[in-house]
């Protein structure tokens, strides 16, 4: 059974950071992209950083220079570490795990909440 469990949400100053873990389980290998979104109420799901299995990293454009996306492969644990939160990035956090034969797995999410 393939599970996702994030953590590392929590309640901060706008101006802070937070450090957002996602470890795996029951996934054996063959990780392909694994990555971070976010839903604010209200809105729609969106990509906030994705990496591939090789290390390429792509960011939203909300984010980019304050949030860093990094994988231990050996682990097959994503991170995000996030910087000079603002209050826009108020929303629930989902890791998200592609792998080689199409499958495709969401976490059950991590609230942040940055407060102004």
């Known amino acids: 059974q393939v599970q996702l469990v994030e953590s590392g949400g929590g309640l901060v100053q706008a101006g802070g950071s937070l450090r957002l873990s996602c470890a795996t389980s029951?996934?054996?290998?063959?990780?392909?992209?694994m990555g971070w979104y976010r839903q604010a109420p209200g809105k729609e799901r969106e990509l906030v950083a994705r990496?591939?299995?090789?290390?390429?990293?792509n960011y939203a454009d909300s984010v980019k220079g304050r949030v860093t996306i990094s994988r231990d492969n050996a682990k097959n644990t994503v991170d995000l570490q996030m910087n000079s939160l603002k209050p826009e990035d108020t929303a629930t956090y989902y890791c998200n795990v592609l792998t080689v034969f199409g499958g495709d797995y969401w976490g059950q999410g991590t609230q942040v909440t940055v407060s102004s």
């Open positions: 029951g996934i054996i290998f063959m990780l392909n992209a």
């Open positions: 990496i591939t299995s090789g290390g390429r990293t």
